[in-house]
C-alpha cells in the first residue's frame, strides 16, 4: 500500500528473466525444471519515484516420477505369423519423460519371462513349436513404474513343403505317338520329411 495513494507499479521475475505485472503470478514449472538447482523468485514493487521494494523467494521443483512412453514397436503389436523354425526379432522403442531415468524390458513368451535387462529387443527362438502364442514386453523405469504391456499373438505355423519328384516316365519331356497307338506315362514323388 502506498501512502501516498500514487499507483505502485510490481513486476515479478523468475531466475532474473520479466515474467508478469499485476499483484499475483502464478509459477507452473514444467517437465525438465526439476532437480537440484533452486530457483529464484523475485517481485519488485516500486512507484516510480523511490527505490524499488523487493522480496525474493527460493524455490525447488521436484519431477514427478512419470511412467515411460512407448513410442513404436516393430512388427506392430497385434497378430503375427511366422513359419515353425524361422526367427523373428522384435523390438520396442520406448523413452522415459523423466530425464536420466534407466529402462529396464521384461520380455515373455506364453506367460514364462525369457529376458530381463537393458535388451529393447528379442529374438523368437527357432524351436517354437507350431500353434498360438503370446509375447509380451514391459518396460520399466527404475522405480517400477511401466509402460502399457505391448502384446503379439504369434501364430506358428508349419512350413508346406511341395513333393519332390524323383522319377518320371518316359524321361524325354518332347514325345511323338502314331495314332491309335498307347503311350504309358507313370511318376514317383516323395514328401520330404516323411518315410
Same mark, same amino acid.
Do not use: C
Given at each position: 500500500?502506498?501512502?501516498?495513494?500514487?499507483?505502485?507499479?510490481?513486476?515479478?521475475?523468475?531466475?532474473?528473466?520479466?515474467?508478469?505485472?499485476?499483484?499475483?503470478?502464478?509459477?507452473?514449472?514444467?517437465?525438465?525444471?526439476?532437480?537440484?538447482?533452486?530457483?529464484?523468485?523475485?517481485?519488485?514493487?516500486?512507484?516510480?519515484?523511490?527505490?524499488?521494494?523487493?522480496?525474493?523467494?527460493?524455490?525447488?521443483?521436484?519431477?514427478?516420477?512419470?511412467?515411460?512412453?512407448?513410442?513404436?514397436?516393430?512388427? *506392430?503389436?497385434?497378430?503375427?505369423?511366422?513359419?515353425?523354425?524361422?526367427?523373428?526379432?522384435?523390438?520396442?522403442?520406448?523413452?522415459?519423460?523423466?530425464?536420466?531415468?534407466? =529402462?529396464?524390458?521384461?520380455?515373455?513368451?506364453?506367460?514364462?519371462?525369457?529376458?530381463?535387462?537393458?535388451?529393447?529387443?528379442?529374438? %523368437?527362438?527357432?524351436?517354437?513349436?507350431?500353434?498360438?502364442?503370446?509375447?509380451?514386453? +514391459?518396460?520399466? +523405469?527404475?522405480?517400477? %513404474? *511401466?509402460?502399457?504391456?505391448?502384446?503379439?499373438?504369434?501364430?506358428?505355423?508349419?512350413?508346406?513343403?511341395?513333393?519332390?519328384?524323383?522319377?518320371?516316365?518316359?524321361?524325354?519331356?518332347? =514325345?511323338?505317338? %502314331?495314332?491309335? *497307338?498307347?503311350?504309358?506315362?507313370? %511318376?514317383?514323388?516323395?514328401?520330404?520329411?516323411?518315410?
Amino acid at each position: 500500500e502506498s501512502p501516498r495513494q500514487k499507483p505502485w507499479h510490481v513486476t515479478w521475475f523468475l531466475n532474473g528473466k520479466r515474467q508478469d505485472e499485476g499483484k499475483r503470478w502464478t509459477y507452473h514449472p514444467q517437465v525438465g525444471e526439476g532437480g537440484e538447482k533452486l530457483k529464484e523468485v523475485k517481485v519488485e514493487v516500486s512507484d516510480g519515484e523511490t527505490p524499488p521494494v523487493q522480496r525474493i523467494w527460493q524455490v525447488r521443483v521436484s519431477e514427478e516420477n512419470r511412467p515411460p512412453v512407448i513410442a513404436s514397436t516393430s512388427p *506392430k503389436a497385434g497378430t503375427v505369423e511366422v513359419s515353425v523354425g524361422e526367427t523373428r526379432k522384435f523390438t520396442v522403442d520406448a523413452s522415459d519423460p523423466n530425464k536420466g531415468d534407466r =529402462l529396464a524390458y521384461v520380455w515373455t513368451m506364453d506367460g514364462r519371462e525369457t529376458s530381463r535387462g537393458k535388451n529393447e529387443s528379442w529374438r %523368437l527362438p527357432a524351436s517354437l513349436a507350431e500353434g498360438e502364442h503370446r509375447v509380451t514386453v +514391459d518396460v520399466m +523405469d527404475k522405480e517400477g %513404474l *511401466k509402460a502399457s504391456t505391448v502384446t503379439w499373438n504369434v501364430v506358428a505355423k508349419a512350413v508346406q513343403v511341395p513333393p519332390r519328384l524323383v522319377k518320371a516316365y518316359p524321361r524325354n519331356e518332347r =514325345l511323338e505317338i %502314331l495314332v491309335g *497307338k498307347s503311350l504309358d506315362f507313370s %511318376l514317383t514323388a516323395t514328401i520330404p520329411g516323411r518315410r
